[in-house]
């Protein structure tokens, strides 16, 4: 069989839904061997058994992968330019390397990064994945916002309730932990009671912090991550490039018909007449 009905048939069956729905099923599988695992008393009754789970999750992932490595035959090279490849080649490569294999805790997260696997598989879930890597740019801005504000409220909350509360804002970081707490307004009421006992300033103090801190910069951060999505999902729904693979197969196919093309030429030549410099004159000869 050649590498084109190898790559051909890899692609169709990646193409299939149950295809993903196998490999999906292996996933949730796997993670629930690992949440048994977590009891001790079902280990020690069944650890073999987990042993030979363990090896079979790998060889069904390892089986996945070396067919979606087929698909991209006769082209490997596409394979390692597709971010979810590698991941996937990572995690079933990595128990194996010397270090790894002998550290409990890496090998576990490592069978818990399979469960990772799982948002290659379904777009909805790769979307907002997606989204969550675009807002990050984003999200980096909201926090220096975030932190500077706090700062000051903070500032100003330790002059104001230093002496009264020092646990609470003793000192700025205190202040800053405390005030941090408070974005969620839990116990918000007892709080602007505590403050008004105080000074009358601690009312404004807190109501300005809640309009601030709780609604704008939560309203901030809910259109930043929705913005993000918003893309995410616009970039899913439009049509993908052209895979490499596909184009150089077709570059192949062109250079094939010229080549074909100048052989018929060539071959052509020697049975043509002569040139057309060498035709005799039809006006001469009519006269």
């Not at 997606?130 to 801005?141: K, T």
């Not at 951060?221 to 596909?246: I, S, T």
Request: hydrophobic share 50%; proline share 5%; aromatic share 10%.
């Amino acid at each position: 069989m050649s590498l084109d009905r190898v790559g051909a048939a890899g692609r169709a069956l990646v193409g299939k839904s149950w295809f993903n729905a196998a490999s999906f099923t292996v996933i949730v599988l796997n993670a629930m061997t690992l949440g048994l695992e977590t009891y001790h008393g079902v280990v020690d009754s069944a650890g073999s058994a987990f042993h030979v789970l363990e090896y079979v999750f790998l060889t069904c992932f390892s089986v996945e992968l070396l067919v979606r490595f087929c698909a991209y035959l006769p082209y490997p090279r596409g394979f390692f330019k597709d971010g979810w490849n590698l991941f996937d080649l990572a995690i079933i490569l990595a128990p194996l390397v010397p270090g790894v294999r002998e550290n409990v805790t890496l090998l576990r997260l490592l069978r818990l990064a399979r469960i990772v696997r799982a948002f290659r598989l379904f777009p909805s879930l790769r979307v907002i994945l997606v989204g969550i890597r675009r807002s990050l740019p984003g999200l980096g801005s909201f926090l220096l916002i975030t932190l500077l504000v706090l700062y000051g409220y903070a500032m100003v909350g330790w002059m104001m309730f230093g002496a009264a509360y020092p646990e609470q804002y003793g000192t700025v970081g205190q202040a800053m932990l405390t005030l941090f707490l408070l974005l969620s307004l839990d116990g918000i009421t007892d709080t602007l009671q505590a403050g008004r006992e105080v000074t009358e300033w601690g009312i404004l103090f807190y109501l300005s912090y809640m309009i601030t801190a709780s609604y704008l910069l939560t309203n901030l951060l809910v259109g930043v991550v929705l913005n993000a999505l918003q893309e995410a999902h616009e970039a899913e729904k439009e049509p993908a490039p052209p895979a490499r693979a596909g184009l150089e197969q077709r570059l192949a196919a062109l250079r094939k018909a010229l080549d074909d093309l100048e052989q018929e030429v060539l071959e052509a030549a020697p049975h043509r007449g002569p040139a057309l410099s060498e035709q005799p004159d039809v006006a001469a000869v009519s006269r």
